[in-house]
């Protein structure tokens, strides 16, 4: 199995602060998916990183792929009370049919 | 285009019976998935099922059993429940095996007292 740690394991915030959390594993993916979840609901898909290295902005939500395909970050910026929830990173496994999911980062951001 | 479609919501059982959770696929995919959300983890992959067919598992026992049928809609099976089987159980679609992007549901909500 391959393991994803995410951290913080929750973080706690103001609004309009910038915040960076974390995905790492020692093995190599073929591909990262970082989902948000809202309580009560299922996980909601932000982007998909697949080349070392890569950069991809989704307005205020950067994500970067390390160059070894082994961790990944998320960063927020000026973090709104609306990016709430939990973020969980998930990796192609070798067999390529399941996503391995971390265990996710629980975001708060209070007005 | 619908989405990815699960019920019911929230479901209560106890100890030793068996559930069916349901699962209608994204208009246009042929590929289900079901996860376990266990409160304060990450899913965890329980099965994928292709055409009809389940195509990988992961580490759950066979009492864990799953159908997918000609419309691509799908059903988790779970006997003999357990308390740890409480959880919120998810179910993904995606168009094709391998590397697929999977777009989840809302999940059922499973309490086995």
């Known amino acids: 199995t391959q393991l994803l740690e995410q951290s913080p394991q929750f973080l706690s915030i103001q609004e309009g602060e910038n915040l960076t959390v974390y995905c790492n594993s020692s093995?190599?993916?073929?591909?990262l998916q970082w989902y948000r979840q809202e309580p009560g609901e299922g996980p909601v898909l932000l982007v998909t990183?697949?080349?070392?290295?890569e950069v991809k902005k989704l307005k205020r939500l950067t994500f970067q792929f390390g160059d070894a395909r082994k961790d990944s970050s998320l960063h927020i910026t000026a973090a709104q009370p609306g990016d709430t929830g939990l973020y969980l990173c998930?990796?192609?496994?070798?067999?390529?049919?399941?996503?391995?999911f971390g265990k996710g980062t629980s975001l708060l951001v209070t007005p | 285009e619908t989405g990815v479609t699960q019920s019911p919501t929230h479901l209560i059982k106890t100890r030793g019976q068996q559930v069916t959770l349901r699962c209608s696929s994204q208009?246009?995919?042929?590929?289900v998935s079901w996860y376990q959300q266990a409160l304060g983890q990450g899913p965890q992959f329980i099965f994928q099922?292709?055409?009809?067919?389940?195509?990988g598992r992961g580490n759950f026992p066979p009492r864990f059993s799953g159908l997918q049928f000609p419309n691509y809609s799908s059903e988790l099976n779970v006997n003999a429940l357990e308390l740890d089987d409480s959880a919120l159980y998810l179910c993904?679609?995606?168009?094709?095996?391998?590397?697929?992007?999977?777009?989840f549901g809302p999940g059922t909500r499973l309490l086995v007292l």
């Open positions: 998930a990796g192609g496994s070798n067999s390529g049919y399941a996503l391995n």
């Open positions: 993904a679609s995606s168009l094709g095996i391998a590397r697929e992007t999977q777009y």
């Open positions: 208009s246009g995919h042929n590929t």
């Open positions: 093995s190599v993916f073929s591909s």
């Open positions: 990183v697949v080349t070392g290295g």
């Open positions: 099922y292709y055409r009809e067919e389940e195509n």
